[in-house]
């Protein structure tokens, strides 16, 4: 039963444009939510995180929000670079402290 | 600069065989993790430990073990590798129970 999940497993974005990643997750322990990015041949690499007392973070142009109630967090990146092509997972742990990842969106940000 | 290092980088081997991954990680952090990367499934964890000789299951083990004799290293051993085992593998470390974790290269294993 995947517990956090990326519906959509890639997206297509202009550059200069607004790329949003979706990520829902079931269980209502979880407490503390990451994204990763990673690059073909690379490990992935922490991008942003937020903890379930908030419900907004940024950093630059990455920005996460978390939607308790719906169990839902997106991922905003404003705006979009060619660099920024990648794939994204998402991340959550609760009171076990284990992350358990989603199934990644593969971002391409094209010209 | 500290780092975590995975090797080796790409393997093949033949059904049947014992294969050990290596994770080694300068940080000194007591938490260690052995994820695998598949298409469809994402990271999925395979075990992880908090410190030396702590060893724990994740969630999907059957076919993989691990040992921690120190605080910097984390093999990874297939006993009997298996096709269905052809995965990219990453190690990751973490410094405390909570927040980000840090990711080597990765190792791809090809199992024929």
């Known amino acids: 039963d995947q517990q956090v999940k990326q519906n959509s497993p890639s997206l297509s974005v202009q550059e200069g444009r607004i790329s949003i990643l979706n990520c829902d997750y079931t269980n209502s322990m979880f407490d503390y939510f990451l994204w990763y990015k990673k690059y073909p041949a690379e490990g992935p690499t922490f991008l942003i995180s937020?903890?379930?007392?908030?419900d907004k973070n940024e950093d630059g142009r990455f920005t996460v929000f978390l939607n308790k109630s719906a169990k839902h967090l997106s991922l905003h990146i404003v705006p979009s670079q060619p660099g920024d092509s990648a794939v994204y997972f998402c991340?959550?742990?609760?009171?076990?402290?284990?992350?358990?990842f989603g199934t990644g969106t593969r971002l391409q940000v094209f010209p | 600069d500290a780092e975590i290092t995975q090797s080796p980088r790409h393997k093949i081997t033949e059904t049947g065989r014992q294969v050990t991954l290596a994770c080694h990680q300068t940080w000194n952090h007591n938490n260690m993790f052995w994820y695998r990367q598949d298409l469809g499934h994402g990271l999925r964890l395979l075990h992880y430990s908090y410190g030396v000789q702590d060893t724990n299951k994740g969630e999907v083990s059957d076919g993989y073990s691990v040992s921690r004799s120190n605080t910097e290293d984390l093999p990874l051993t297939l006993e009997s590798a298996a096709s269905s085992q052809t995965s990219v593998y990453f190690c990751?470390?973490?410094?405390?129970?909570?927040?980000?974790?840090?990711f080597g290269e990765g190792s791809r294993l090809t199992v024929l």
């Open positions: 991340a959550a742990s609760g009171n076990t402290d284990k992350l358990i």
């Open positions: 990751a470390s973490r410094a405390g129970n909570t927040g980000e974790l840090f």
């Open positions: 937020i903890s379930s007392i908030k």
